[in-house]
């Protein structure tokens, strides 16, 4: 399989950016990533012609795949065709608006940004701003973007910046804690209660090998943040308008967060995000309130047409029925794979994400019958239960060497293309079909 144009590209790239790419993650790719030339419903193709079946789907964006479907396609062609932007509302902004108000349980308004760290980044202030507190609790594992108050590493007693050029002094306001550990989470309520702003969670941790709440985890974060006047803040970036349908995760979980951050599926694959939440919440963003929040570029109208037509066409069509019904078919078929050839790895996800996890530990061959209920959302009473992964130091211990020296060359090499490394979650799309699954699970079992 030729390589030497996404080669030839990524030596020109190197010259001109830093690490050959625009976004950290895409450099995971080793030796180098290999340059998409177009994409093609659940394919894409690269640089030197190459198809691969895609689960990545621009890590999580394209609900629908990459060939989108007319009414979409019309709805952003025309938003570019009447000039690109204007400084001043439209009326599509408002669409979105009202549709998003209209499907998602806690949202009374909404804010549109232009990326997931955005509305992350927004949220923060804005319940920094509300509760004239500064602390944020944060889940270990979790990822929320690449902004200053969560990019911190260690535990609540010592949080560290995880990145180069974040001050101390911001970290030691981010309180990190172990998900699904209640105890953790009340120590913290119990040392900082008066000063912490919010606890800001996904709802399943989608970017460390896709981890579940534990049955009424939510609900305990629901309540001790309401005990303590803190803002419980779903980040919906990945989970949103794809777990739980158009309701989103809080809505299949039935817990109502303060806030909710969106971003990837909700621009139909166009650079967005968002914040919406209580209305006396979001009221406070200028210029209504006193948060400040700007951008040149939020609602544009070409992403607000993209977003408004993908979801509305999810609604009128079988989109979600589609795509989870092939998120079972492999999380089930890959339970089997394991069943065979690895019981000790562990399927992950649920809806239409999934993921192997190369846990270590895990029942011996004797219990093979006993095998893990595919998306079994922590289910206390599956046998495989206490394997399952429940928090990020279970997945990192997890056999990562093996993921990019087997998955990553071999499926690739079977014409696979899986997520860049062994935490992120990988998508089923509209476009995919019963054979590209089955061409997949092929792949998974020679691989492994
Ligand atoms: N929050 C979550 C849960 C994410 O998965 C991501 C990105 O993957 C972000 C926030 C940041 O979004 P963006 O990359 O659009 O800035």
């Not at 790419?21 to 640089?47: L, M, T, W």
């Not at 999580?60 to 570019?80: F, M, N, S, T, W």
């Amino acid at each position: 399989m030729s390589d030497e144009n996404s080669r030839a590209l990524y030596d020109r790239a190197l010259s001109v950016m830093p690490g050959g790419v625009n976004s950290a993650v895409r450099a995971a790719i080793e030796p180098y990533p290999f340059f998409v030339q177009k994409g093609d419903a659940g394919h894409v193709i690269d640089a030197d012609g190459t198809r691969y079946i895609d689960w990545v789907m621009g890590l999580g964006p394209l609900l629908l795949g990459h060939d989108l479907p007319e009414p979409v396609q019309a709805g952003i062609q025309q938003k570019a065709s009447e000039g690109p932007m204007y400084g001043t509302p439209t009326e599509v902004e408002v669409d979105l608006a009202e549709f998003v108000v209209r499907h998602v349980p806690s949202v009374e308004k909404i804010r549109f940004v232009n990326s997931g760290t955005e509305a992350t980044t927004s949220a923060v202030r804005l319940a920094r701003g509300y509760t004239g507190r500064n602390k944020i609790v944060v889940m270990q594992g979790g990822y929320h973007g690449a902004q200053e108050s969560t990019l911190v590493e260690g535990d609540a007693e010592n949080p560290k910046p995880s990145s180069a050029g974040i001050p101390q002094s911001f970290a030691e306001h981010t309180l990190p804690v172990p998900f699904n550990d209640e105890d953790a989470v009340r120590e913290v309520f119990e040392e900082h209660g008066d000063d912490i702003a919010a606890v800001l969670t996904e709802p399943i941790l989608g970017n460390y090998g896709i981890v579940h709440p534990e049955e009424g985890y939510h609900e305990f974060l629901r309540e001790i943040t309401d005990d303590h006047g803190s803002l419980l803040i779903f980040d919906e970036v990945i989970t949103g308008f794809r777990v739980g349908g158009l309701g989103c995760a809080q809505s299949e979980f039935g817990v109502t967060p303060d806030l909710t951050t969106f971003g990837k599926i909700i621009g139909g694959g166009f650079p967005v995000g968002a914040i919406g939440g209580r209305a006396e919440i979001i009221e406070q963003f200028a210029p209504s309130g006193p948060v400040f929040q700007a951008g040149t570029f939020s609602g544009h109208p070409v992403t607000m047409a993209a977003g408004l037509e993908t979801l509305q066409f999810a609604a009128e069509n079988d989109v979600y029925d589609h795509v989870n019904g092939l998120g079972d078919q492999l999380r089930s078929g890959l339970s089997d794979i394991l069943a065979d050839q690895a019981p000790n790895y562990t399927v992950t996800g649920t809806d239409s994400m999934f993921k192997v996890i190369f846990t270590r530990e895990g029942p011996g061959p004797d219990s093979l019958e006993e095998q893990c209920e595919a998306g079994c959302r922590q289910n206390p009473t599956c046998p495989r239960y206490d394997y399952c992964p429940k928090n990020a130091a279970d997945v990192k211990n997890a056999e990562t060497e093996r993921w990019r020296r087997i998955f990553w060359g071999q499926m690739k090499d079977e014409g696979v293309f899986l997520s860049q490394n062994q935490f992120e979650g990988q998508f089923v799309s509209y476009g995919h079909t019963e054979d590209d699954v089955e061409e997949t699970l092929e792949a998974y079992k020679k691989a492994l």
